[in-house]
T-cell receptor, first 115, second 113 residues
Framework: DTGVSQNPRHKITKRGQNVTFRCDPISEHNRLYWYRQTLGQGPEFLTYFQNEAQLEKSRLLSDRFSAERPKGSFSTLEIQRTEQGDSAMYLC?????????????FGPGTRLTVT | AQTVTQSQPEMSVQEAETVTLSCTYDTSESDYYLFWYKQPPSRQMILVIRQEAYKQQNATENRFSVNFQKAAKSFSLKISDSQLGDAAMYFCAPNFGNEKLTFGTGTRLTIIP
């Protein structure tokens, strides 16, 4: 069990540029979640997938954000035309769907800085 | 709206002592799950303990235990025999049955040697 991995770990970009992050979940986990965490706050839910289907998106996920999970394995989160307000830690988590309520396991996050 | 409140932004405890972190929440759901996560400085979020709302018995994991009071919508975390490695941000994070975690603002725990 290698855990949830995220790449890159850090990304610095200029305002207006596009960025893409990748998340590799724990191999047998069929659910994958994206959260955003700003300094001094708890993570906020962005979106989640069950297998390849994106089942829920937060209103925080503006039109500039898009997430995909082709083939139900890894996921990518793309932010187009980045703004300074997008600077945050982007966390990915995965879980295995079970009847008793799944625990989510988190990756190390990708810290985005928009200059 | 489902909300989570952690009223203690910072706490400190002497090494080997016991500390309790508080969490209250608001939901109209009757069946849900509650979690405490730990986030050490510059490290990833780690699950500490979980509690099913339908269970009356409080969960325990080694030095970590919870005091779950469903009627009061309270879910506190007790850390016994505090160790230096317990220093971290602690987040209360219920899953109110809609698959996502709702996080509180966190409590920063400092361990005093």
């Amino acid at each position: 069990d290698t855990g949830v991995s995220q790449n890159p770990r850090h990304k610095i970009t200029k305002r207006g540029q596009n960025v893409t992050f990748r998340c590799d979940p724990i191999s047998e986990h069929n659910r994958l979640y994206w959260y955003r965490q700003t300094l001094g706050q708890g993570p906020e839910f962005l979106t989640y997938f069950q297998n390849e289907a994106q089942l829920e998106k937060s209103r925080l996920l503006s039109d500039r954000f898009s997430a995909e999970r082709p083939k139900g394995s890894f996921s990518t989160l793309e932010i187009q035309r980045t703004e300074q307000g997008d600077s945050a830690m982007y966390l990915c988590a995965s879980s295995l769907e079970l009847a008793w309520g799944p625990e989510q396991y988190f990756g190390p996050g990708t810290r985005l800085t928009v200059t | 709206a489902q909300t989570v409140t952690q009223s203690q932004p910072e706490m400190s405890v002497q090494e080997a002592e016991t500390v309790t972190l508080s969490c209250t929440y608001d939901t109209s759901e009757s069946d849900y799950y509650l979690f405490w996560y730990k986030q050490p400085p510059s490290r990833q979020m780690i699950l500490v303990i979980r509690q099913e709302a339908y269970k009356q018995q409080n969960a325990t994991e080694n030095r970590f235990s919870v005091n779950f009071q469903k009627a009061a919508k309270s879910f506190s975390l007790k850390i016994s025999d505090s160790q230096l490695g317990d220093a971290a941000m602690y987040f209360c994070a219920p899953n109110f049955g809609n698959e996502k975690l709702t996080f509180g603002t966190g409590t920063r725990l400092t361990i005093i040697p």
